[in-house]
């Protein structure tokens, strides 16, 4: 298993085309809009070496006859669920922001069922190339969502708003198109395309799941920005580590047939999406309870500063803040423990609860951050740069006026949990990552059984059935 | 165990001194307003015979070298506490209310840690009499919350409000004061009384913990009333089975020294109450979520009946209900996955997740009632009585009006789950039993390690320890 | 104008025909479901006579050259649209629940525009009908409800659905249908009949709006139950005051031309359904917020003896109620204030603030309750009847358990406004009454000038029209 | 009255001491910093001048006998309340963000009413320099809040953490201390300085109210950092308005008597703080509606040009921002239009409506901006840079792939109100300005009656009083 070291080495020699604020980037590992999120994917690598954490971060794997960095693992029992909920919650409280590794854990669970599913063929190209992943400890970028356009129209409506195969040649298939908001993309070593949505019989183009390296020919990486992104590196920046979502741009992109997995099976596509969500709608269950342990901790110290921490009101919202992000983790938690064996022997988060989680993270963050910004007081938006503080002429009686420079400082970790660049990560991940609220209130509904609850209401209402 | 027959026999041959609305009760098991709480009580029996779900609702003893009904059980591995929760939530769908065990089980559970603590001789009585409970599959009434007057004072400042003990004699103790909000007491076969707030030094009269029959001399019972109740027994009711909670009063009740399981011992009732509240409130993740089955049901149903429950609105808020449910019960559940081992052997609920799911329980439900509300439309607050649909001369126009008998029927269901007696269940005992939200946040600050969360928000924000 | 027991004895002359729980009423005045409701209206005409609230109470009419009650006078300014919310605000507070004659004073308003529209035969049909009402000074059923059986259907495809003119002979119209959830129409002098919603061509027999007494030939009225109604006129009742509705059943009721306002004119249908609803929606700015004084008062009072009155989570959740119920207040009143006036001459609330309003009341009121049962207790869904509290035997340690006579009689009135006959006013009236939550949002959203909103923010954005 | 022009040539006038990020600004008209919040204030200005809306920006003044600008002119009537809101709603609306001078007007009638209530000559100074500004159209900063420091310390126990009177000498007082986020101070022509808390006998230093020019002697400025404020005036700015909040320290600033309205009477300072607080959190109903209907425009736009604007529950969503945004503004209003008219002849708010107002103000905005966030989609949080879609070698691939230039730019303007400089106006202002949340709830508790409250429920308990 790589440690943190040789994971920042093995960024260095990618060839990667990355372009941040229109300028292409020499080398990502050094750039400051950058490095932080590598900062963050870099304890995944740290914490499988860490004497206290290597039990939870790392896994027995029969691929490799040995231990994987959890985050490469299969799903082997339900414990394997439950643990990884729990050491997200620690990477989420290490980081406080998004350490950007479990969309790959996540995809490669989700392709091992549904190359399971599609047939032998794709299944064994895929657990080759899974135990390459395990053996070299590789951080994958898994991309799904699509550009979509506008959104009443169907793939091949406006094929330039979809990933899409245009050529086949070479014992490959060339992809063209683009994949939106990838998390941790210029961290990767690999992208691993999936299909974003839902397919029908005559869109097979689309159909398309594979993997490449980040710097194969044709990829262009374009970084999103992040609110007070600027900052970053500097001293107002607030939190050293990051979070990072790009734009993925496939320019005529070859894959070799060993990598492709899924190539027009729409129904094994099918299974990916949905295995795919519901992994991914419960992490949120451990990586955002253990971002908002650092929050509260950094309100709750805010307030030990200005002497109101022990207030009634002010206890109160920090025990408001602890109810809601365990409310996360509790059905983060029982999405896990509540799962099932999948014919190809991994195991399944439980649907209905792993939606259930996801949407209560679309919602409860806001109040947590909404509570956060009323106990840190005004200052935490009107607070000057650090670099006034340091002023020869004014910065004594500045820094008396904010309270001190610790309280400084905390302010601006919270003003980067809540406004700042952290904010994507607390708050619009938490809203649009592994789908919209509206995705997972379609699951909910599909999986309740309503004539059954119809029924049965008939019967305790003493009526015939 | 007991059938739901032989419960029934075995309740009739209890001398209750059991009043109603300033009546004595010749026998309860009659009574048209205790009939419908028995009838709850009777499913928990039945289950256990159920070939469908005698998995779940029995389990091995080692005590009586067999299987007993779940609800007599202990908790001796993780999977019990969540068995105990699907267990609940078939209970609380089947019934639509409160069946009224969950305390005693509860119970049992907390004593058997609390006596162990309290050494072999408290243990030893303890375990005795609860072989008995096993063998005979008895339903118990946990007895814990006291008056308490005025909030301000101490037990000794004003020990009318506290059961207490008044004297020592024959080797045994004589008991006198009151329990409040005693769920199912009426349809029990024994109470065990137990503390209902921490006690200090001095106040050992107090620290009692015993058990004895519901119609042991000295103890008169008063039925709590519950909304319509007048209705129970006639076709308004809404719901044939009901939920039930009792004043038992304690004049000079003799109880003999093999059923005193704590006598002044303040520690050991500490651990009781604690052990106790986290049990019971991590119950409510299972039974509330099946009453709220039953009612999405039941509000669907109407929506059906009135050609909405496609429309997008309905839809939207049937889905809400379902979240909010499901929200309940993932907590709970994982309160119950996530337990540890007392010394004793016994298994403990994660004491932060159960407060959690409680503290959900004093909010969710109000807020799938609302929308219930919404859902059933104004006719559930203006129906006239199942009676006038009967009449003669206009009952046919009524019926055509109320959109038919069906529909008022359902609308009764949900009324009786709303406004009615079963809304003590699904929105009093939600905000009260267990504890009042207030309760759960103590909890909740307690065990929250806020120093360790500033030290670490500290070092996040790049500040010095 | 009447005083209130001119009302009462009013009543008396009527011969209705009202049924309660499959039974004729021989005389409504004295029935103890029907009494507590209309003691409620009687309220209206007392505070006409009370020094300290007539100048509010009354009104100068120009129809009848003098002062009329409040409740049957035109809103000839802004000042009478916040009057009347100021006015209701002080009823409903001494009410503690609904006293029902604001749907005919907001019916009256809207008929007066309606007809304006319709034109001066219509018109002034209905300003001689009415200077008759204010004359004698009449307690009003506005009705509208139809039954409306299966949403997906118009009046024409199931007209046994929907109050219809099935004749026309002897100068006048023959109405057969019903109307449901009538607001103390056995509490009234006349009913008056409107469409309860929008009628397209085709559909004129549904386009009646006509006056005609409680107690005209075909007319049958069926009392509607409430939680707990059986306990009215008892010591249970918790609130000596009530609400009442009523379905209406028409069989054939002649109405003379002279009584007809609008007949199949579909335009001026539309007229009265939307200003009426507006009006309406407005009122539940002054009532309800009238109610939640009453029962913030009554919390209050039982926490003041239970002693926890001061302690700071208390004290928080009261002003929370207070929050709550003047957010509803608020908005009530700048509807009324930001008023506009009609061709006619009257004033018209601002339509978006009168659905905001509204839409509060179905949504607020909830939480109100809900902190409301938090801070009773336990004891407000479980305590015995007060004929317990009677009892020779037990009677005194019972009243002791309860925390005395007072904490009894304050729970059975808050009891009452949550859970019991009240409820129907303090919740269900709050999500139904004058449209349900889908409706307001309909206006809402109509009201929106989204084109210009959208145009607006692109020019904000930098970007072209 | 000035232009809009006048205005900014006005500023520059100035000799203002100013830094930003640590360095001097030699002029802060032009700094992309300040630039975007001076041209908010220019609006307040180009108002006046506005034939469509000159007749609400302007209003007749007594003093100087003639139209002054509205932000410098007396609440003479109710309705100057209630056009103070509409004003504020217009401005709202066109900058999108806060436009500076409310507080100014504020306080100029908060002062008018406490230093009428001193004494004859405190007031006759007031109005004195008042009808200058009226005169001059000046631009105020009111400054009020101090740093505090140490919550539980009153002033005197850490004097450097308040602005306080330190000389007397040459018929004038010498300040030192400082204010803190000083909404629009770098834009002003003259800070007026108020105590900011309730001050106590034996803290008469503290009691200071007085102007002074912005740029007197011994005053520095410090600007507030705001996320994303490196952004400004680039082309991901996303809105060209802007806020600005400063630190400003007085180091022993000599203000002539003539200048000083208040000194020492530390009841009049009691009166000026809580008149302040009245008419600032009403204030909120003004200018936060304003800017959420641009909020509102912006999201319909990006979902109108994502095809979904129409789907039911994008619909529904539009229509949730609009109530809230509308539940503000109604209780603004009516804090307004309910005013009272004080001793002085100027016009109070209702100050439970206003501070009801400003206490929705703490919570519905962020649920707004939750919406928001939701509508807009992931790529609010993850769009790469406006200067990216302009590249010569991907630019066009990616501007297809974020849905074309429109949408990007609508993207960074909802980016701006919700992550950006602009969520220090929309969220934080509004948690925060005029006094955070747990202000108003304790205004809201001290002006409830409690003892009427219960009194009146015990009556209708049908209790003895």
Same mark, same amino acid.
């Not at 949120?284 to 950094?298: E, I, L, T």
């Not at 109101?308 to 025990?319: E, F, G, N, P, Q």
């Not at 983060?332 to 799962?339: H, N, Q, R, T």
């Given at each position: 298993?790589?440690?943190?070291?040789?994971?920042?080495?093995?960024?260095?020699?990618?060839?990667?085309?990355?372009?941040?604020?229109?300028?292409?980037?020499?080398?990502?590992?050094?750039?400051?809009?950058?490095?932080?999120?590598?900062?963050?994917?870099?304890?995944?690598?740290?914490?499988?070496?860490?004497?206290?954490? %290597?039990?939870?971060?790392? $896994?027995?794997?029969?691929?490799?006859?040995?231990? @994987?960095?959890?985050?490469?693992?299969?799903?082997?029992?339900?414990?394997?669920?439950?643990?990884?909920?729990?050491?997200?919650?620690?990477?989420?409280?290490?980081?406080?922001?998004?350490?950007?590794?479990?969309?790959?854990?996540?995809? =490669?669970?989700?392709?091992?069922?549904?190359?399971?599913?599609?047939?032998?063929?794709?299944?064994?190209?895929?657990?080759?190339?899974?135990?390459?992943?395990?053996?070299?400890?590789?951080?994958?970028?898994?991309?799904? +969502?699509?550009?979509?356009?506008?959104?009443?129209?169907?793939?091949?409506?406006?094929?330039?708003?979809?990933?899409?195969?245009?050529?086949?040649?070479?014992?490959?298939?060339?992809?063209?198109?683009?994949?939106?908001?990838?998390?941790? /993309?210029?961290?990767?070593?690999?992208?691993?395309?999936?299909?974003?949505?839902?397919?029908?019989?005559?869109?097979?183009?689309?159909?398309?799941? %594979?993997?490449?390296? @980040?710097? /194969?020919?044709?990829? +262009?990486?374009?970084?999103?920005?992040?609110?007070?992104?600027?900052?970053?590196?500097?001293?107002?920046?607030?939190?050293?580590?990051?979070?990072?979502?790009?734009? @993925?741009?496939?320019?005529?992109?070859?894959?070799?047939?060993?990598?492709?997995? =899924?190539?027009?099976?729409?129904?094994?596509?099918?299974?990916?999406?949905?295995?795919?969500?519901?992994?991914?709608? !419960?992490?949120?269950?451990?990586?955002?309870?253990?971002?908002?342990?650092?929050?509260?901790?950094? @309100?709750?110290?805010?307030?030990?500063?200005?002497?109101?921490?022990?207030?009634?009101?002010?206890?109160?919202?920090?025990?408001?803040?602890?109810?809601? !992000?365990?409310?996360?983790?509790?059905?983060?938690?029982?999405?896990?423990?509540?799962?099932?064996?999948?014919?190809?022997?991994?195991?399944?988060?439980?649907?209905?609860?792993?939606?259930?989680?996801?949407?209560?993270?679309?919602?409860?963050?806001?109040?947590?951050?909404?509570?956060?910004?009323?106990?840190?007081?005004?200052?935490?938006?009107?607070?000057?740069?650090?670099?006034?503080?340091?002023?020869?002429?004014?910065?004594? $009686?500045? +820094?008396?006026?904010?309270?001190?420079?610790?309280?400084?400082?905390?302010?601006?970790?919270?003003?980067?949990?809540?406004?700042?660049?952290?904010?994507? !990560?607390?708050?619009?991940?938490?809203?649009?990552?592994?789908?919209?609220?509206?995705?997972?209130?379609?699951?909910?509904?599909?999986?309740?059984?309503?004539?059954?609850?119809?029924?049965?209401?008939?019967?305790?209402?003493?009526?015939?059935?």
């Amino acid at each position: 298993m790589r440690t943190a070291a040789q994971y920042l080495d093995s960024l260095r020699t990618r060839d990667l085309r990355l372009f941040v604020d229109g300028e292409r980037v020499p080398d990502a590992t050094v750039h400051p809009k950058v490095l932080p999120s590598i900062r963050s994917v870099a304890l995944t690598y740290a914490l499988a070496h860490d004497p206290e954490h %290597a039990a939870l971060a790392t $896994a027995p794997s029969e691929l490799v006859g040995g231990p @994987v960095n959890r985050f490469t693992h299969l799903f082997a029992a339900p414990e394997d669920l439950v643990r990884k909920i729990e050491l997200q919650r620690i990477l989420g409280r290490a980081s406080g922001t998004c350490f950007q590794r479990c969309v790959g854990m996540d995809a =490669l669970n989700a392709l091992f069922i549904a190359t399971w599913e599609a047939g032998p063929d794709a299944h064994g190209r895929f657990v080759r190339w899974m135990t390459g992943v395990q053996e070299r400890d590789d951080m994958l970028c898994g991309a799904m +969502t699509d550009p979509k356009g506008d959104r009443r129209k169907r793939p091949p409506e406006q094929p330039e708003q979809f990933l899409r195969v245009v050529d086949r040649r070479d014992g490959g298939v060339v992809l063209r198109g683009a994949k939106m908001h990838q998390t941790g /993309a210029a961290n990767s070593h690999q992208i691993v395309v999936m299909p974003g949505g839902m397919l029908r019989e005559g869109e097979e183009d689309f159909a398309i799941a %594979a993997a490449m390296p @980040v710097d /194969a020919p044709g990829i +262009t990486m374009v970084l999103g920005r992040q609110p007070s992104d600027d900052r970053k590196g500097g001293p107002d920046a607030g939190n050293r580590f990051g979070g990072q979502e790009v734009v @993925v741009l496939f320019d005529d992109v070859f894959v070799p047939a060993e990598r492709v997995f =899924l190539d027009g099976d729409v129904a094994a596509c099918a299974t990916l999406l949905e295995a795919f969500a519901g992994y991914h709608r !419960a992490s949120y269950g451990g990586c955002k309870p253990g971002n908002f342990d650092a929050m509260v901790g950094a @309100v709750a110290a805010v307030t030990d500063d200005a002497g109101t921490r022990r207030a009634s009101h002010v206890r109160d919202k920090l025990v408001e803040m602890i109810h809601l !992000a365990e409310t996360i983790h509790g059905v983060g938690l029982a999405a896990s423990s509540k799962s099932t064996q999948h014919g190809c022997g991994t195991w399944q988060v439980d649907p209905v609860l792993a939606n259930c989680c996801k949407h209560n993270v679309t919602r409860l963050p806001y109040e947590i951050g909404r509570i956060a910004e009323d106990l840190s007081g005004g200052l935490l938006g009107t607070m000057p740069s650090i670099a006034d503080l340091d002023h020869p002429e004014f910065g004594e $009686a500045l +820094t008396t006026a904010v309270g001190g420079r610790d309280r400084a400082h905390l302010l601006r970790l919270v003003e980067n949990m809540t406004y700042g660049a952290g904010a994507v !990560a607390l708050r619009l991940e938490c809203m649009h990552g592994a789908g919209s609220p509206a995705a997972q209130r379609i699951v909910l509904e599909r999986h309740t059984d309503w004539a059954e609850r119809m029924a049965h209401a008939r019967r305790l209402a003493g009526l015939p059935e």
